[in-house]
């Protein structure tokens, strides 16, 4: 057999037996829901290394002792669940049992999720989420461009996709083969689908052929080249479109993790970023939630004005914004992040009585470049970054596991306090005795 499922699995190691059983002690009730959806996640071992290339796969690497493995488990139970039916196998492997799939897809991390198609490998690197991984792999499994053929799908999709991008008209020309390679490049990050002029036109509003658009968030915004780009030069259209498909990929307010802020940087725009605290089961204080409503209305009302050189967003990890500003603030708190420099700019104001027109006024001076910028991706900056992590990385080791942390530092410190007071204490005793003599002889 090329696999085997999650249950048949009981050997594995016996070393972690007791350890399991402990757990399932406390967790029964959830084991017991994800192990139907577990189940349908095949257990790959090295054979798959024969078979990987043929059809289509999901596939998760892990390790067992690895903690952000065990969180993503059970979601990608749920993935399994969803995706089963289609011609899509969703499997894990682990890699510290079966090495040479590790070394030959070339892990480096744990977990690492992959899409593999033929000799094609993409590496996931969204937020693992149900919702998003089931998409994504939706994605990666069709052809880059999906072609519309009934009114009503449109309706599907617009319920299904919070964005999608949309081409209007014949299937040839450089617009045409632009927006293929475009959707191409992207094929990761968003949906891209083709219709005629007939069906689109019960849809979506635009004056000329070919059309391009994205639907976002029940909008829908048209690429503005589109019906000139027969005029233009080739390459100038691929580039403007791999630039518009770029920026318009991401939602008006996105949420900002340690996963997506790589991509979203890409924007190229300065990011503008409500930061609020959430909880562990992600729920946010109400006067930050105000804060960060109030930020999300001014780029909702004012679109126009500041999409084109700004990206707003929010982040529910303080700690990521900490990483760009090489500090701590209390949250909630606004900064502005340069995406080309990575400096940063953070309001004078206190935050939560901070208005929209403060931000206009805010927003303002970092566009006409008055506003100071801070920080950025220099030399002294990365040191400083470097000693910001490592202290950041002792609290947290800290926060942690105190006992562990004090043994570990504390031991050599007690060891080398040691030794120091034996060496300057000499000195200390005879430095005294003199003081001593001093005051003897006056
Ligand atoms: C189109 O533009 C993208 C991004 O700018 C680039 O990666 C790609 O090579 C270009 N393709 C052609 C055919 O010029
Ligand atoms: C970021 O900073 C660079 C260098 O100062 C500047 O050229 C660019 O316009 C700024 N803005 C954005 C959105 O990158
Ligand atoms: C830049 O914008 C700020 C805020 O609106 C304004 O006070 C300042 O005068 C502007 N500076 C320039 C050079 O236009």
Excluded at 131 to 150: C, F, I, K, N
Aim: charged residues 20%.
């Amino acid at each position: 057999m090329l696999w085997h499922t999650t249950k048949s699995n009981g050997q594995s190691a016996s070393l972690w037996k007791p350890l399991f059983m402990l757990l399932t002690i406390f967790a029964t009730p959830l084991t017991y829901a994800a192990n139907a959806e577990a189940a349908r996640v095949l257990e790959l071992s090295d054979r798959f290394l024969e078979v990987y290339n043929q059809g289509q796969w999901l596939v998760m690497f892990y390790a067992p002792w690895c903690g952000y493995c065990k969180r993503t488990e059970p979601i990608f139970g749920q993935v399994a669940q969803e995706l089963h039916g289609l011609n899509i196998r969703v499997g894990k492997v682990d890699c510290t049992r079966f090495t040479n799939v590790a070394r030959e897809m070339q892990i480096r991390a744990y977990p690492t999720i992959m899409f593999l198609k033929g000799n094609a490998k993409y590496v996931y690197n969204g937020d693992r989420t149900k919702e998003d991984l089931v998409d994504y792999a939706l994605r990666m499994s069709g052809p880059p461009v999906q072609m519309v053929t009934r009114p009503e799908s449109i309706d599907m999709l617009k319920g299904s996709h919070t964005i999608f991008f949309m081409y209007v008209g014949d299937q040839q020309g450089v617009m045409w083969e632009s927006y293929y390679a475009a959707a191409e490049n992207y094929q990761q990050y968003g949906f891209f689908y083709a219709t005629t002029p007939d069906i689109a036109s019960q849809h979506f509003e635009f004056e000329h052929l070919p059309a391009v658009l994205v639907y976002k968030e029940e909008l829908h915004h048209l690429y503005p080249y589109a019906h000139v780009a027969h005029e233009m030069d080739v390459s100038a259209i691929n580039d403007t479109i791999h630039h518009w498909v770029n920026v318009e990929r991401f939602t008006t307010f996105p949420k900002i993790t340690r996963f997506n802020i790589k991509q979203i940087l890409l924007t190229k725009k300065f990011l503008v970023v409500a930061v609020v605290e959430e909880d562990k089961l992600n729920q946010v204080a109400t006067h930050e939630l105000e804060f960060r409503d109030m930020v999300e209305g001014v780029i909702r009302k004012h679109r126009d004005r500041y999409h084109d050189t700004f990206q707003f967003a929010w982040m529910g990890d303080p700690s990521l914004a900490h990483s760009f500003i090489l500090d701590t603030l209390p949250t909630p708190h606004l900064i502005v992040i340069n995406s080309t420099t990575e400096q940063h700019y953070i309001p004078d104001d206190e935050p939560l009585k901070m208005t929209p027109q403060a931000i206009h006024v805010f927003l303002e001076s970092i566009h006409n470049e008055s506003a100071t910028p801070l920080g950025g991706d220099t030399y002294l900056v990365r040191i400083r970054r470097v000693f910001f992590e490592a202290k950041k990385g002792l609290l947290d080791m800290w926060k942690g596991n105190p006992v562990l942390t004090t043994v570990i530092f504390g031991l050599p410190c007690g060891f080398l306090s040691l030794i120091l007071y034996s060496i300057f204490c000499g000195d200390c005793f005879v430095a005294n005795d003199e003081d001593d003599d001093h005051e003897k002889t006056e």
